[in-house]
């Protein structure tokens, strides 16, 4: 069966410093990969998806990247984090969109 | 622009009432239509998936239908416990392979 993990559950950073979260998935070969954050009191934002290694496509302009460097591994990131960029990173994958997405346990982060 | 609306935005009720929780969209070119839940602090998990061709589906106490040409899905809850209390929250994929998301309903249920 497929399962998807995300790390670090909780991440408390100060501003201006670097981020790095990572997620990967099992059991399925080339995934779409999807990172999206909920931030308090708004609904979920697509930030990017990816439909295979090194492929990214961003969809607000923002103070984060994302990288694909393996089929199953997808990592969100930033040089130097912004106090709006708290919230909660959840990741996701799915089979083409039309089976139905699947979604990692997130991380809740804090910038201060 | 494509865009998922639900209502209520919050409901509260007591336990074992029958709930009707609504989303719609403004596309009706979906590949499907996903009904997710959240606890708080949590991940979302999938309760139904009914792709575009479908009409309903149920698992258990829930069942969700689509009415695409109306732009509407419902999510009915039967006999509501107090372990149902989370957020609801609709979701319609498009060709994009991306997945809009409606607000959510936070649902509470009382003994």
């Known amino acids: 069966s497929q399962t998807i993990h995300q790390w670090p559950a909780t991440l408390v950073q100060p501003v201006g410093s670097p981020l790095s979260l990572e997620c990967t998935v099992e059991?399925?070969?080339?995934?779409?990969l999807y990172w999206y954050r909920q931030a308090a009191g708004r609904g979920l934002q697509l930030l990017f998806y990816?439909?295979?290694?090194?492929?990214i496509s961003s969809e607000v302009p923002q103070n984060l990247s994302a990288s694909r460097p393996q089929d199953r591994q997808f990592i969100l990131s930033s040089k130097k984090l912004l106090l709006s960029d708290s919230g909660f990173y959840l990741c996701?994958?799915?089979?083409?969109?039309?089976?139905?997405?699947?979604f990692g346990s997130g991380t809740r982060l804090t910038v201060v | 622009k494509q865009e998922v609306t639900q209502i209520p935005a919050a409901l509260s009720v007591p336990e074992g009432e029958n709930l009707v929780l609504n989303c719609s969209f403004t596309?009706?070119?979906?590949?499907?239509l996903q009904w997710f839940r959240q606890d708080p602090g949590k991940g979302l998990t999938s309760l139904l998936l009914?792709?575009?061709?479908?009409r309903e589906q149920t698992s258990g106490r829930l069942n969700a239908s689509l009415d695409k040409s109306s732009g509407r899905s419902t999510l009915y809850i039967a006999a509501s416990q107090p372990g149902d209390s989370a957020t609801y929250l609709c979701?319609?994929?498009?060709?994009?392979?991306?997945?809009?998301f409606g607000t959510g309903t936070r649902l509470q249920v009382f003994p």
């Open positions: 979701a319609v994929a498009y060709n994009t392979d991306k997945l809009i």
């Open positions: 996701a994958w799915s089979r083409t969109g039309k089976l139905g997405y699947t």
């Open positions: 596309d009706s070119a979906i590949y499907n």
């Open positions: 990816s439909v295979g290694i090194g492929q």
């Open positions: 009914i792709q575009s061709s479908q």
């Open positions: 059991g399925t070969s080339n995934p779409n």
